[in-house]
């Protein structure tokens, strides 16, 4: 209740200073009302993502909102910005006041203005909660990935699964979507978006009583995942170890792009035929990010399922981009994946561990404990002076990893897998489709 008379007075002090248009301020408060009553009754949500298939006419309203929502959020971010370069008080500012001096703004969803401006708040709150983290929000590009957020209010949002329509507020005709799978309960809010390659998709975020996820008993108690470069990572659980391959889709994927690059740089700028190689790299960045995240998905999911304790190393991720690995781990996307591993784990009932970045996982030997300080990045095996036990530098790592793990008394049992599936701030979304597939296990 506090929060809410909080953001009441915080409106209210808005309207003083600022012109307020009446609506702009109802469509505030409920947007903030119907998030503070959701958080209240701990309501599960779940997003569902469909790829829409909108005609000219609602191409043209879809580019006019991702404009307008781009432009009010540059010329907001500007004035925040001014202040803050100026070390004064960060003001704050509503989409409203640009109304009189671009008048086309009232032509669009003015709930997609106002979540314009919850997105800026949110994001200059994160930046100063943890800098590190979080950087100054950024300008918006048109050539980036265009989207737009609006919310459901009085059924302004519906789903028709019999025609294959959704319909959104201020289009009177609903857009063709392909519904690959149905959902049951309240639409909460709908965010659509167009890649850079032009495709459409609309992410429904829906209110469910039925989200929990189906809890496999893990067939073992621990496992040490030691993050690779010749293999993508080597995992040894209770049973064996095993070295999981980078798949040979992705490698194939990131030569064409490769090519696609070349061919794009040679083409002369602002001509058709760049346009299209524009195109065609666009077309395969996404292909690739889709697939990468698919693997990593099906990887951590499986890994997940498999155990009970589930031990990684810090990576450090930050400082290893500044070495000669970086593109190794920018490409590799392990960051990604220890995030994946982490919310699964806590979905799941299991138990995450992140050992400290100081922990010898490759140098100890993991037979005898003999540590090993001349041990360099390019010795792939060796040999422990003290045991006589010739290691795989990688299968070492995790086999010590694996014993950390085991150590762990305080396993979450598997009952107190979490009930609400709604995803923390900052972390993906929950992966909307059922997730088992093969995985290249090799070793
Ligand atoms: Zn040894």
Request: charge should be positive; hydrophobic fraction near 35%.
């Amino acid at each position: 209740m506090r929060k809410i008379l909080s953001i009441l007075t915080k409106t209210s002090n808005s309207l003083r200073t600022e012109q307020l248009f009446t609506f702009e301020l109802v469509a505030y408060i409920s947007i903030n009302l119907v998030y503070l009553l959701s958080m209240h009754r701990k309501l599960p949500l779940k997003a569902y993502k469909y790829r829409i298939y909108p005609t000219d006419a609602q191409v043209v309203f879809f580019t006019k909102t991702f404009g307008c929502c781009r432009l009010v959020w540059n010329k907001m971010l500007d004035k925040k910005l001014q202040a803050y370069k100026k070390k004064e008080r960060i003001p704050g500012v509503t989409p409203a006041e640009y109304k009189k001096e671009f008048p086309f703004l009232k032509e669009v969803d003015s709930f997609a203005l106002c979540n314009v401006q919850l997105q800026l708040e949110k994001a200059f709150k994160d930046h100063f909660r943890n800098r590190k983290q979080f950087k100054l929000p950024k300008f918006k590009k048109k050539r980036d990935k265009q989207s737009y957020t609006t919310n459901n209010v009085h059924n302004s949002i519906r789903v028709d699964f019999e025609k294959r329509l959704l319909y959104l507020p201020k289009l009177r005709e609903g857009i063709r979507v392909e519904l690959h799978r149905t959902f049951d309960g309240k639409i909460k809010s709908v965010t659509v978006s167009r890649t850079n390659d032009g495709k459409y998709y609309a992410s429904i975020l829906v209110e469910t009583e039925n989200s929990r996820n189906k809890v496999v008993e893990p067939k073992s108690k621990a496992c040490g995942i030691d993050l690779g470069l010749d293999y993508f990572v080597t995992v040894t659980n209770d049973f064996m170890s095993y070295k999981v391959e980078h798949p040979k889709y992705l490698r194939r994927g990131e030569e064409r792009l490769k090519r696609l690059q070349k061919s794009f740089s040679k083409k002369q700028k602002g001509s058709k035929n760049s346009e299209k190689a524009r195109l065609r790299l666009a077309r395969q960045h996404a292909y690739i990010s889709n697939a990468r995240n698919d693997f990593l998905h099906k990887l951590s999911k499986a890994i997940i399922d498999e155990n009970q304790v589930v031990v990684v190393e810090d990576i450090n991720a930050k400082g290893l981009l500044k070495t000669r690995l970086a593109k190794s781990v920018a490409d590799s996307g392990w960051s990604r994946f220890v995030t994946y591993l982490k919310y699964k784990a806590e979905w799941y009932g299991r138990t995450f561990i992140q050992v400290d970045r100081f922990f010898p996982s490759s140098k100890l030997c993991h037979r005898c404990g003999y540590k090993n300080d001349d041990l360099s990045l390019n010795d792939r095996t060796w040999c422990c002076p003290e045991c006589g036990e010739t290691h795989d530098r990688d299968v070492n790592a995790s086999i010590n990893l694996y014993f950390v793990g085991l150590g762990r008394p305080e396993v979450t049992p598997v009952e107190r897998a979490l009930v609400d599936d709604r995803s923390p701030y900052g972390l993906p979304k929950k992966p909307s489709r059922d997730e088992t597939g093969s995985l290249t296990v090799t070793g």
